[in-house]
């Protein structure tokens, strides 16, 4: 169960670490060093997301849409408008849910402390932004592929426990900016999320 | 001769008892003595259940501190990962634990027996609400959740239940944690909770686990970070250490201070010696009779015991104060004073035999105990120690200018008996008009560990959040499955105190572990295939999900139809039996299934529901009342019993003396140390607990001694100076060893001291006001007439 918040979160958090990717647009050749090297210039992004989900139990696709805010040093805000309105924030140790039904809002928290698996992968992304790769390596095999103009993070999860949730989490990016992520959970469903920016600064 | 013969007889007890003690000595700390005999109330077995050892003993409640949060929760993963692979620790829990993968299983296999599920649940209008819900959880962030129950559980039962095990309450955050280890409120300590393979209260065990416990975290922890442990076991041998540690140095201290004194005022260190021989003897005797009589011997029994038996030092010194430079045999000079000696052991014994009929084996204890040793100290003294003492020997009297100055101020106290009845007066009315508390019921204070230490201990469990302690409902039945029903039956009460706001939550049994009969209603409720079928197709239109993803749902369904229901034994192989043991136990063949209630705003309204329930029992407990009730019952008991005492004294008194306004001037000045004694400890601020009590006990042991030998001193002036040296002496020695007893750490030892030294005192300077000087009254000859004549015939000599 903790795994499959942590798949949840996992997919949102590479959206943090492909936003930082995404201002190293100097490097001749991409490499994860020379992406994080150029991450802690990155202040904020605000962008549109759309979002499809293709699900072993589903008939079609579930489309989802909305805006996602990055903020530094470590805030991430994910609020989704269609089908219906839910906001999810990452923020220091603690993941805030809060949905509105029928006009009603019921906000619920959750300590990334309580669920291990989670925390490994928020270390991860945290220690690489601090310029440290360490811990992701430790925990995914990172791939990194294409040019400074449109590159590729590929991050494979490499202890059991991960990959029983999670298969592959794929970042492309255009430039400054990412393009796309795309998460493909164990059992074979694939979320596909595709950004589009407002502002970066 | 009949004096050797008692020699013999002597002799013989006491080598009789120190076989007896041994061999057979063993040391309880079992509080159940101390809880009335006949009176067997539920109440007193859960709390007993509390304090006794079993349940609670073996969880250490650990601390690790001194370093950055950052290294102290990576300590406190290391540590966890060593103790729990250890032979000592049975669970290391440090909150990086979540339920086993093969307990989730077992609650998903189980769930719609454990789950509150009814016949609406699976009907097609409550199945289409919550499959729409799983739809719009699949596009929500937190879907991969969503996905893992989902074929098999689309109402959401399984998740429902785990929260409740892993105790995620709405209103209840959890611990703080960092780093995904628990961690105290200010994020100064990381906190573990073991559970080690300790039995009970041995002693010698949670010694060694302990040991273990700190030479790893040394091993481990290489920075700074410092280990603290709290908990039942934990505490026990720290008290016992540091009772063990301060009664070492005091026994050190008071040794060489006593030595040092009582070597200025007898210069000979043969008599200083001897002086210990008749408490050791009588010390010896008396846990031997308690062995004999009771098999065993409290460990408070045996403290407050050696406390009493501790007016014996005096006997020695009266004798020795009492050696002169006649030719008389050390016999013949201790036959002087054995009348008023003897009177003094029989009054004292008297007040303590009272002891004896309360129905506290605690307090039977203490008073055989006592009579026992005060009995044997004095036999030691007027048969034994003459031998041991030189013929001829003259005691060298010193300290002259404090005896003058002592003499000046006794031969004048009489002077001083309207101030002193005014001061008595007073002590009295404040005693009856204070709003004071006079007593202190709470059971902490006979735990010897130091306040701030006791707190500090709350304090962990507040910061884990735990339940702590005190407030539940206690349904008593017959069998487990009658107080699971009990529980159950309670719930829609329950649930409205916490609508109310009365309680906060509560925890019990029948919610993790429904009854049978509850369990058996709820298979009846799930629906036929084919039916279930039917409204799940129904539920499903219009929704996207594929066809046959439920699947494994309706066969869940199907299979739980037949499920046999669950009992504690099913769970019993699980950890999960662990959480439910506290909520759910078996005692001397009655099933206990206490609630837990967390934060109780008002406890009338609480205990109002044990009314509602008439077949059976149900109690509430605020368990600091209900072990209060019991201190008040013991202390109760032991200020009557002692009342009616002081009655008997008296008569005795009056018998002996023959004369029945005599007596009074014994009693006045006993009953006005002990009352202005309690005037002095109320004002300051001190309620009186059991160690009060005790020590308030044996004042009154030493005022009877004092005032009787205060009432001989007009036999003649020579004697009336020695007598007054052997009383001043004897006083300064009790204010000696329990003035020391006041710097100790330890409550009852501090408790004890300063109530006997304020005690010790208040009696000499009474005794000696109430006294009358010279050849005033009349000599205690004449009270026992065979002794009176061996009196005669040794001055006569």
Redesign the interface.
Known sequence: ?????????AM?LTVLVGTRAAADAQAKTASLESIMAALASVQGADATFS?T?E??????G???SGHVLWRAPGSLT?I?LE??E?T?TVEG?EIK?S?TDDGRTRGS?I?I??Y?EL?SIVESVRSTLAGNSVELKNNFSVAVSGSPDTWQIELKPMTKKLAN?IESILIAGAGTKISQFQTT?A?G?V?VMTLTYDKIW | MPDNVMRIVIGLVVLASLIVVATRITVTSDMGVFLPKNESSTAADVLLSQLDSGATANVVFVRVRGDTPENLAALSRQLVDVWGKSDVVERALNGTQTLTESDIEFVEKYRYLLADIDATTFSADSLSTDLRERVRGLSGAMAALEKRFLRQDPTGEVLGQLQRWQAKRASNKGPRKIDGVWFSQDAQSAILVLQTRTKGMDLDSHEASARYLTTSFDEVSKGAATLDMTGAGAFAVETRDAIRADVRLLTLLATLVIGLFLMVVFRSLRLMLLLFVPLVCGVVVAIAAVLLAFGQIHGITLAFGITLTGVAVDYPIHFFAHLNDSNDSPTHQVRRIWPTLRLGVVTTIVAYAFLLLSNFEGLQQLGLFTIAGLLTAAAVTRWVLPLLVPGGMKVAHRLNRLHELFTAAGTNASRARLPAIICVAVASLFLLLTEKPLRDFQVDVLSPIPLERRLDAKSVRRDLNMWSGGKMLVAVADSEQSALERTESLKPQLDKLVSQGTVSDYDMASQFLPSVRTQLERRATLPETEKLEQDLDAALEGLPFKKGVFEPFVSGVTQSRTLKPLTLADLSERSLASHLKPMLFERDGRWMAPILLHNVVDEKKVAALSGDVTDGELIYIGLKDETSQLMRRVIDRMVTLIAIGTVCIYILLGVAFGDWRRPFRILVPTLASVIVVSAILVASGVAMNLFHLTALLLVLGLGLDYSLFFSRLPENPHEWETTFRSLWVCCLTTVFVFGLLIVSKTPPLHSVGITAAIGASLSLIFGAIWSSAYGQGQGIAGLFPRKNRSLKESTSQ
């Open positions: 169960m903790a795994t499959a918040v942590a798949v949840s979160l949102f979002e989900r699900s072993a139990f589903l008939t079609g579930l489309k989802s994910k989704t089908p219906f839910e999810v140790g849910l949905r928290v300590s402390e309580d291990p925390r949730s959970e059992g469903d979320s």
